[in-house]
């Protein structure tokens, strides 16, 4: 009888570690004033950049999509969404070579080299690129990325 209320115990310890509160976002990553962002999806139509640092640690720190043409990132941690503001330059799978995002006192800039391979279908790869970010009051940081582009069926 004395296991009875232990095996009670055990389903719910195993309910409560799968609810457990998710771990919190890095603030910074490389000491850059910029943290990684979870596992993003793929948006359900339309194409989706993926970009991580191309430094010590490579980290996912921004996803960008054609449409709605936005970028997220996490500033010190923060999750951010950031609206499209202009483009220029070639492109494809809805990403243009250079791309601004503004939104709050954030602006942000975006090159990027975009390189279609024949063992991807459906997207590409950009094997170099930069991100610029700005802040209004504080000091403006490049982080160097590397990514790859995905798009839904």
């Known amino acids: 009888m004395r296991l ?21 976002l ?7 004033p910029i943290g990684a962002i979870p596992p993003q999806e793929l948006p359900a139509t339309g194409c989706a950049a993926f970009l991580w640092t191309n430094t010590t640690n490579r980290a996912l720190i921004a996803m960008a999509n054609a449409d709605p043409a936005r970028i997220r990132f996490a500033p010190a941690g923060t999750l951010t ?17 250079h791309s601004d995002y503004a939104g709050g006192d954030y602006q942000l800039s975006l090159d990027i080299e975009i390189v279609e391979r024949g063992d991807l279908s459906q997207g590409a790869v950009i094997p170099a690129g930069s991100l610029r970010i700005e802040k209004t009051g504080a000091d403006t940081v490049i982080v160097p990325v590397v990514g790859i582009i995905g798009c839904a069926n």
């Open 81 to 97: 969404d950031l609206v499209r503001t202009a483009q220029q330059g070639g492109g494809n799978y809805g990403f243009a070579t």
């Open 4 to 24: 009875f209320p232990a095996l009670l115990l055990l389903p719910a310890a195993a309910l409560a570690a799968e609810k457990a509160p998710p771990r919190p």
């Open 26 to 32: 890095p603030r910074s990553v490389d000491g850059l």
